[in-house]
């Protein structure tokens, strides 16, 4: 693939972000972790370019923002709920997701010349079921699904933490197979553009907070 076009899909994620930049102050608190997730993704996009033209290599910002965007939807998830209920879970994941890591890249491996494969196996499995778990909640509720923000995020999650674990565990049984590597890289610069349009519904259909939307209902 070109290597401009690949850039531009990647940097589509500014599209989710600078929406959810305009309607920050409007949106409900519990979808603001969710903003963050925005930011650090653009950031790493970013950074990682950045490294690529001088020093032809990102492992060190990829192996740290993976961990980084981990915790982070771990805490979306709390802000949704699940894991304010779930407590000693919530903080088992994250016990968990700090030892694999460490393990994976300062111990038995090398921050600087791999990728945390098995780090992200984890993180990803984790969130493929925490977003399961919030779709079924939400369907209890029934509603248009297609409309609900919680739903269309988890919907992202689950395509690119999917791709995630079936490239992963690809890479890990078959390390050395470059040509299926460079079409596993063309693939998932499509679908996580894809994604990155699917958060900018999720972002679209936000609700307010309720002090605005009253306000608005009063005024009318």
Not at 2 to 14: D, E, G, K, P, R
Not at 15 to 38: N, T
Not at 176 to 198: C, E, H, M, R
């Amino acid at each position: 693939m070109n290597h401009t076009i690949a850039s531009i899909l990647s940097f589509s994620i500014v599209i989710p972000l600078i929406m959810g930049l305009v309607r920050l102050s409007r949106i409900r608190i519990s979808y603001q972790p969710f903003m963050i997730f925005l930011l650090l993704a653009f950031t790493s996009e970013l950074v990682g370019f950045v490294s690529v033209k001088l020093i032809r290599s990102n492992y060190v910002s990829t192996n740290i923002y993976t961990l980084v965007e981990a915790v982070v939807i771990a805490y979306i998830f709390y802000a949704w709920g699940f894991f304010r209920e779930h407590k000693i879970l919530y903080w088992t994941v994250l016990a968990l997701y700090g030892v694999v890591w460490t393990l994976e890249n300062l111990v038995y491996g090398d921050l600087e010349n791999q990728i945390c494969s098995y780090f992200i196996f984890l993180y990803s499995l984790t969130t493929v079921l925490l977003s399961i778990n919030e779709i079924n909640y939400l369907i209890a509720e029934r509603g248009n699904l297609f409309r609900n923000a919680k739903f269309l995020i988890c919907i992202g999650f689950i395509i690119i933490c999917v791709y995630s674990l079936i490239t992963e565990g690809t890479q890990l049984i078959d390390p050395d197979n470059a040509p299926l590597s460079n079409k596993i890289f063309t693939f998932y610069v499509y679908i996580n553009a894809f994604v990155n349009i699917v958060y900018a519904v999720a972002v679209y259909f936000m609700p307010e907070r309720d002090d605005i939307y009253f306000s608005k209902r009063f005024n009318a």
